[in-house]
């Protein structure tokens, strides 16, 4: 059956790939993007919504329902990324973070999700991360907006259990995408040498491991399938094998153990 499905973030990255991939097989996919003068030539109709801004948000909700009559799927995958030391992080980064993470997908979930309810069918899915499962250092503040998707998915499909609407997380490792260059990095502050250079040293890891990622189009590829699925999952883990197994080594590895081969990764020593 095909959908009507909006895939918010859909510019470039994981969400153009998506959005891309969805309108290939058929379905009414609407891309939403800040600045709809970044998406052309594409085979999904573009739309613009800033997440951040409920005006915004209401009146490309109001846009589809108005042309579609519905909404069959979301995919909240809108997002951005900062890196800095939590141990002097302002408040303000920390909320900018989050009000594009996190509360953009509190603001378009509730945008969407009563109309759902009234169909008594439709499926939310929300890009989280594989950071969202356990913490990356100097990536604290992506990982606990990562964090806080879980928790409200979890909570979510509680309250939705009886409505016909599903809600799946999909955890995605690195990919090769424009995350790593749009990425904010916060300076360093502190007149701390040691401190410095295993900031450094992790962003420098982080980058690496997202230059050789792997390409949007298999993240896509899952969506497509979890979009056909009459009971999708509650998450899915997708990436290399060496990332997608690391919330299994959490959950059996003593915390120390687990917290030293993390480090080592990032070049804390």
Known sequence: MKKVILVTGASSGLGLATATALAAQGHTVYGTTRDIKRISDVSFMPLQMDVTDDASVNAAIATIIKAEGKIDVLVNNAGNGITGPLYAMPVDAAKKQFEVNFFGVVRVSSAVLPGMIEKGQGLVINIGSLAGLFG????????????????????????????????????????????????????????????????????AAMEKDESIGAAPSKLAAQIVKIVGKSKPAHSYLVGAIGQTIVPTLKAILPGPIFVKLMNDHYGIK
């Open 136 to 203: 990356l250092p100097y990536q604290g503040l992506y990982s606990a907006s990562k964090f806080a998707i879980e928790g409200y998915s979890e909570s979510l499909r509680m309250e939705l259990q009886n409505t016909g609407v599903k809600v799946s997380v999909v955890n995605p490792g690195d990919f090769k995408t424009d995350f790593t260059g749009n990425r904010e990095k916060l300076p360093f502050t502190l007149k701390n040498d040691k401190l410095k250079a295993e900031f450094d040293a992790a962003v």
